[in-house]
């Protein structure tokens, strides 16, 4: 990622045995990378990052366990009453801290394709315009994320980190963009994994106790 491969360890003991255990699917549009749980960099230590964009020109993806105390309404009041709660900014990554993401759960069933303010990223998840007109998704979605900043990688860099066992690759769930503050959202998908996966769903730092 552009924070440079070298920044970020997360191989070790349980890297590798994690690695091992998950499937090494590719990455994809609307899959989770899942940070190991030895994971040394503070900025992706329990971090799951929802990938936006994968192909040979690189990767993009948000940071979605990482809530910010600003409120969305004083900087975009528009589409405040949109986002899920908490309605807060997310820091998505360290890439551009002052460029806005912003994501949009569709409500099952609502097919707005012809609308130009959003972009299917897969199945209900969007990126929306925030220069958009919000009302032309009121009461058609069923939450809303806006993040700050960015995790992206140059070609191959993410495949090398995944090498190394600093991610995971897994599934993700439209509710895993819209969890409330008081959810792990990291240990609620490790423990949604195939075994021996939900054993380290309660991992800690301290080594002594793990």
């Known amino acids: 990622m552009d924070t440079g491969p070298d920044d970020l360890g997360g ?10 255990a998950l499937d090494k699917r590719d990455p994809m549009a609307g899959s989770l990378l899942i940070a190991a749980p030895d994971m040394p960099d503070p900025n992706f230590r329990r971090a799951i990052i929802y990938v936006i964009e994968h192909d040979h020109s ?35 990554g360290p890439v551009k801290p002052d ?5 949009v759960v569709l409500s ?11 972009q299917q990223i ?30 992206g990688w140059a070609p191959g860099q993410l495949q090398d980190e995944l090498d190394r066992g600093d991610w995971y690759v897994a599934p993700s769930l439209p509710s895993d963009l819209l969890a409330p503050a008081r959810v792990d959202v ?18 800690v730092d301290d080594g002594d106790v793990n």
């Open 11 to 20: 191989g070790g003991l349980f890297g590798d045995r994690l690695y091992d």
């Open 58 to 92: 690189g990767s993009l993806g948000v940071v979605i366990t990482r809530a910010s105390e600003t409120d969305v309404e004083t900087i975009l009041p528009g589409w405040a009453d949109l986002c899920a709660a908490p309605p807060v900014f997310h820091v998505g």
């Open 186 to 203: 990291w240990g609620a998908v490790l423990r949604r994994q195939d075994m021996p996966l939900p054993l380290y769903a309660t991992y």
């Open 99 to 103: 460029t806005g993401i912003a994501l």
């Open 122 to 151: 897969e199945s209900r998840v969007h990126v929306v315009d925030l220069d958009s007109d919000p009302d032309l998704l009121r009461d058609r979605i069923d939450g809303m994320r806006v993040f700050v900043g960015y995790t």
């Open 108 to 118: 099952a069933g609502v097919d707005l394709s012809r609308n130009p303010g959003l």
